[in-house]
């Protein structure tokens, strides 16, 4: 499978995460501002609650991975165009100044790094 193949398919799940999650937020925040809830809409309020802290803990795990995974690169590359402009190459040279301003820019702007 092809990297547009694999973008469609990510989108379309996304998609589809979020359509859920826009259907179990309004359910949830109703049943926090109702007062005098049942014991059934108690036990509801729960478990939305319950599933919420488990979607947000593995979103920051997905997060997470990725900036490790994109920081990980970043450095390799860093390095490398590092090693092959100390050795004269001259692309790599300015290679390594833009991750070099891009790395300044990101961490000045308390911004992870995208460097597509």
């Not at 398919?9 to 049943?31: A, K, S, V």
């Not at 450095?75 to 301003?101: E, F, H, I, V």
């Amino acid at each position: 499978m092809g990297l547009d193949e694999h973008k469609k398919l990510l989108n379309q799940d996304l998609e589809q995460f979020n359509t859920i999650l826009g259907e179990i937020l309004p359910r949830y925040i109703l049943l926090m501002k109702k007062k005098g809830a049942s014991k059934e809409e108690e036990k509801e309020l729960g478990e939305i609650e319950h599933f919420l802290i488990e979607v947000n803990a593995k979103i920051a795990e997905i997060k997470n991975k990725l900036d490790q995974d994109l920081f990980g690169e970043t450095m390799n590359l860093y390095y490398a165009a590092k090693q092959a402009a100390s050795n004269g190459d001259q692309y790599a040279q300015k290679r390594l100044d833009k991750l070099r301003t891009v790395f300044l820019e990101s961490v000045q702007g308390d911004a992870f790094f995208n460097w597509n």
